[in-house]
């Protein structure tokens, strides 16, 4: 029984502790689905009448199974290869598997990519296969040859090289690999998958340009709605692979916050907090138990001050968000701890432990309230 559940969908399952959502816009793929293949149905089937859309329905299905077994892989391998992986969902655009690739190399993600293809691609081998198999006819054919045909389109054309595409996963990994640099891959195959969308315009176009034709309108609308897509995805790739490259050039002595360093015990009337935009708490041990940002403390009575403690006012963030990174270190260094931990705020340590800044996800594109633009 599917949940209502807010922000993915409708949840009609789990895969390996995977929530699987049902997307509100997959009811309006169903929907155009069975308005533009009812009327196919119908003209190669006339006998059928008003089944004809029953039949389409189905076809809808069929193809949430062929989504739903696309993501899955993708899930599954990202689980093995140690991702976080938080939901599988299905979609207007097919589908979307969220995981955080924190400690990820070229040779995890290109597996994460590839096996979504390969997915669809054993898919539509297993309906060739049955097509071979039997005398099919009618309903059972028409189902399983659009199947067929269906996921073996997904299977090669995911593989173009250019993002959002899992292929332009594969040619960000390449490029990573052999640059060393992941920002320089996203970046490729952002502007890969722009040049994935110029050319499916001009070959819709092609008629008009080499023959003088019309342009068939319902396949320009086609390439217009998949075209669209495709350029949204590779532009916020173009705009992540240069804002990647500008904060990988950036040391964390860069953006870093200043700080100051306060004992669990202290009274919050013996500290002059407004010296400093951040305090990190340290516990009895000497270790960092939580932080403080002065603004918050105006919650607190002045009364009060007097009898209350630093540890009752600190905040406690995710396990691992103070970790040893020297101020020469990258803010991609930074960035990979936050992705790890879940935690937007991160204390940095130096090699004997003590604490000297910290970074907030806010640090990446902004030094004390100054875009930084590529």
Do not use: C
Request: proline share 5%; hydrophobic share 50%.
């Amino acid at each position: 029984m599917a949940t209502a559940t807010a922000g993915h969908g409708w949840r009609i399952g789990s895969l390996s502790g995977i929530p699987i959502y049902l997307g509100r816009s997959w009811v309006l793929v169903a929907g155009v689905i069975v308005v533009l293949f009812g009327p196919t149905v119908q003209n190669l089937m006339p006998g059928l009448g008003i089944g004809a859309y029953a039949v389409a329905l189905a076809f809808a299905v069929l193809l949430l199974m062929s989504v739903l077994a696309h993501e899955a892989a993708h899930g599954l391998v990202a689980q093995r290869v140690g991702f976080t992986v938080s939901r599988i969902v299905a979609d207007f655009w097919g589908g979307h598997t969220a995981h955080d690739g924190a400690g990820g190399t070229p040779g995890t993600s290109a597996a994460v990519a590839v096996v979504g293809p390969l997915a669809n691609g054993v898919l539509a081998v297993i309906g060739w296969g049955l097509l071979q198999t039997g005398d099919w006819r009618g309903v059972p054919f028409l189902l399983v040859y659009a199947f067929t045909a269906a996921n073996a389109f997904v299977a090669i054309f995911n593989l173009v090289p250019g993002l959002p595409l899992d292929g332009g996963f594969l040619l960000e990994s390449l490029v990573w690999k052999f640059t060393g640099n992941r920002h320089r891959g996203t970046l490729a195959a952002g502007w890969a998958g722009r040049i994935v969308v110029l050319l499916l315009l001009v070959w819709v176009m092609r008629p008009v340009v080499l023959q003088g034709q019309r342009v068939d309108l319902s396949s320009f609308l086609w390439v217009a709605l998949i075209g669209g897509f495709l350029w949204q995805g590779a532009s916020r790739a173009v705009r992540a692979g240069r804002l990647g490259l500008t904060t990988s050039r950036q040391q964390l002595r860069d953006v870093a916050r200043e700080i100051g360093v306060v004992d669990t015990d202290t009274l919050l009337s013996g500290i002059a907090w407004d010296s400093r935009p951040l305090w990190i708490v340290l516990d009895h041990a000497g270790a960092p138990e939580g932080i403080v940002d002065p603004a918050s403390l105006h919650s607190v009575p002045a009364h009060a001050w007097s009898s209350t403690s630093a540890s009752s006012v600190a905040v406690r963030l995710a396990p691992g968000w103070a970790t040893t990174l020297p101020p020469e270190a990258s803010v991609d260094q930074g960035l990979e701890v936050m992705r790890r931990t879940g935690s937007g705020i991160i204390g940095l340590l130096d090699v004997d432990g003590r604490p000297w800044g910290a970074l907030l996800i806010d640090d990446v594109t902004t030094r004390r309230g100054t875009p930084t633009r590529s």
